[in-house]
């Protein structure tokens, strides 16, 4: 074990930089490269984001992406990945990578599984057959895709009811002591995940329990899976306060604007979401003025770009008026300049608000932001998902 944390030290660590009230920015090593945080990482499901080539992601800043454990097993598998040398060169992406354990998608089936306390038995959504998951197998499977930072395997339970809570967070912490034993591999960062509900002391029992086990990252889980905004963000707070202020702290799917700046408010460092990407493909963007439906007619001869202020490719180039063209016929290309510009979006707000923290600004940066953000609000494109 003592070899295993010297080698981890090696290509792994966290050096806050500045701090500015609970904001922080901090620089993430790890052995494909360093990240600075605050950081939004796009999401490649499938080992692709959506739409968006690893040559534009490099473009557009990205420093590092997650993909996912469940998908990947089921297809291509694993084995194969690890067979053509890991997920870095089966994709093409050199730079830093996470993979979640595929817990949040295995209990999200709902119907198609069975949970004790060893595992999961589940139900392949492609084509119904049966596999099972433990903590063992999950790490085993992320040690064959090879990613920089790895997550314990954990149940996700609804936020709301405590009985319930109380249960799942028993499995998570036991599966969370069994994925530190079983992980082997030195140059992968294993997180843990705390979990609770809106429930202050189960929220810190989880923190608790997990900083027993000295994990190199904390990840904040079960959030934006239906509870209010409001409890969210209280969540968040407490975790700040619960969570050691050495370690870095990741926000697992939250990716609207609003939602990063008031998380990094409260010492968040890292967060993900398919947010820019599946808004992309509902015709959603965003701007600094808040979201906009690029599908409205109102556009249709807009030969602004998406946002003016906005300098990535989609909008140095192509106007409303053609991307909207684009949209309505159902054009690949439209719903590549979407998705370049949502995430690029993200990728820009995110250096922001790094910057406005290393300048001692944050606060002023955030309120302004969000004020304008929201002055018009951020209204929903027909049949786009508000929780994902």
Known sequence: MQARTSSLAMSFSFDLAQTDGRARAGTLRTPHGAIQTPAFMPVGTQATVKAIPPRDLEQLGAQIILANTYHLYLRPGDELIARRGGLHHFMAWPHPILTDSGGFQVFSLSQMRRIDDDGVTFKSHLDGSMHRFTPEKAIRIQENLGADIIMCFDECPPPTDREYNLIALRRTHAWAARCRAAHARADQALFGIAQGGVFRDLREQSARFLT?????????????????????????????????????????????????????????????????????????????????????????????????????????????????????????????????????????????????????????????????????????????????
């Open 212 to 388: 027993s086990l000295d994990f190199p990252g904390y990840a904040i889980g079960g959030l934006a899976v239906g509870e209010s905004k409001a409890d969210m963000f209280q969540v968040i707070a407490w975790m700040d306060e619960a969570l050691p202020t050495a370690k870095p702290r990741y926000l697992m799917g939250v990716g609207e604007p609003t939602d990063l700046i008031r998380a990094v408010q409260r010492g968040v460092d890292m967060a993900d979401c398919v947010l820019p990407t599946r808004l992309a493909r509902h015709g959603a963007a965003f701007t600094r003025d808040g979201r906009i439906n690029m599908r409205n007619r109102i556009y249709a001869e807009d030969e602004r770009p998406i946002d003016p202020e906005c300098d990535c490719y989609a909008c140095r180039h192509f106007s409303r008026a053609y991307i909207r063209h684009l949209l309505q016929a159902g054009e690949i290309l439209g719903m590549y300049l979407m998705s370049i510009h949502n995430t690029a979006f993200l990728l820009s707000l995110m250096r922001a608000v790094r910057a406005a923290i290393i300048q001692g600004r944050f606060e002023a940066f955030a309120q302004a932001w969000l004020a304008r953000y929201e002055r018009t609000g951020s209204p929903q494109p027909e049949g786009t998902p508000t929780q994902l």
